[in-house]
């Protein structure tokens, strides 16, 4: 019986022709051991100036799993319905799939060996292999981004008057308020001496949620800020204004007279702490003479209502616009031209007429 003819290959290192194996299994790409060794070096060392040049795959997608956490623990804290929940938690689920392969090939792109990776994974390193190939990885990031690019932004709710949307004031106006209320909740946590991971722990979150609530990159929900302003010893009702404004909320116009003038003097203080309380003495210089160091105290200490030239100096010298303080003031006097004089008394409906009778 003649023999079969050999087939042959060329060596994918050194391209010289060899006798490839006959039979079943794996075919050779190599025509020896250390033509294979020679190429898996030079990968190696490939894979090493890679991650020298390029950012970490796994940076961004951590960066967005940590945004997507975040929005779970909102929607948690806010009782948002079981669905958003879940469907939030299948964010996160998903985001971490594309993590783990990400870092994968990040260490496989840092030299990192299958067998080092099999290890820090806990399988063999047959397995890793098998799960987190390059091909594959690749192309699991390729879905990912198609899946973003897929996501659209909600479009923007209509505007009554296009004039009062020009320069967006609302949206400056919450930008301001979500300034200064990082900067109020960055002053109550340097005076109460405690870690960022003491007071995550506290309060259940993460510390990472803690540190971007406190740099002014998240706005926490009511709930949150409560917690937090309490666990500092501080007064939630003092940065309910600053809050409502980082929200784009807009507070009732009408309140009880006690409520409209607790909300400005609220507000006021709210300001005063997001200054970093400076003393009375430099509150009063800075407002250039329009108010004394007696009045400052009072109105801080709720001791008085004041007017709106001396709201709008007072605001100014803490560091604030007068403009978004302006309904709470108007609130106040709009209760008060409401109310009945107390000396008169409630009108009465003027007398019947007796022979209408």
Known sequence: ??????????????????????????????????????????????????????????????EHLQALSAALLEAEYDGRPLEELLRCAGDVSREVEYYVAAAVQDARNGGASWDQVAEAARISATTARTRWPENRVRERLKRRAAERSAVRQPPAPPVEDPQAAEGNPLSQSAERASVKLASALSHLHRASDLTISKVADELSLSPSYVSRILSGERTPTWLV??????????????????????????????????????????????LHLAAGRPQVGVVRKATHGALSTQEINE??????VPGWEQTSALVTAMGGWPADVRPLWEAVHYTFLLCVDPEEGPRRPPAADPESI
């Open 1 to 62: 019986m003649a023999g079969t003819t050999p087939r042959y290959d060329s060596c994918r290192y050194c391209k010289r022709r060899f006798a490839q194996t006959s039979g079943p299994g794996r075919k050779k790409e190599y025509c020896t051991k250390d033509c294979r060794g020679k190429a898996q070096r030079e990968r190696d060392g490939r894979g090493q100036q890679h991650a020298r040049t390029a950012l970490p795959l796994g940076r961004r997608i951590a």
């Open 225 to 270: 800020l409560c917690a937090m302003v309490e666990l500092f010893d501080g007064e939630p009702e003092e940065l309910k204004a600053l809050f409502e404004s980082a929200h784009g909320l807009v507070a009732p116009a009408r309140h009880a007279v006690p409520d409209a003038v607790a909300r400005l003097q609220a507000a006021l203080r709210g």
């Open 299 to 304: 109105i801080l200490g709720g001791e008085m």
